[in-house]
């Protein structure tokens, strides 16, 4: 018999996250990407974010 998964709504998914994020405690940090694979046009296009005052 095949396994039956309910499609979770967009604001559940938000609210789970937030409770798991909130029961690690403040001091929990999410370890960035390292970003040794990224090809030369996301570099320049996160180069662009931050020249522009984004924060990615």
Do not use: H
């Not at 937030?18 to 929990?28: E, H, K, M, Q, T």
């Not at 046009?41 to 990615?56: D, M, P």
């Amino acid at each position: 018999m095949k396994d039956s998964q309910q499609a979770v709504s967009l604001d559940d998914f938000g609210r789970e996250a937030l409770r798991r994020r909130a029961a690690l405690g403040p001091d929990f940090a999410i370890p960035r990407n390292a970003g040794q694979n990224r090809t030369a046009s996301k570099k320049a296009l996160l180069k662009a974010i931050e020249a522009a005052g984004g924060k990615w």
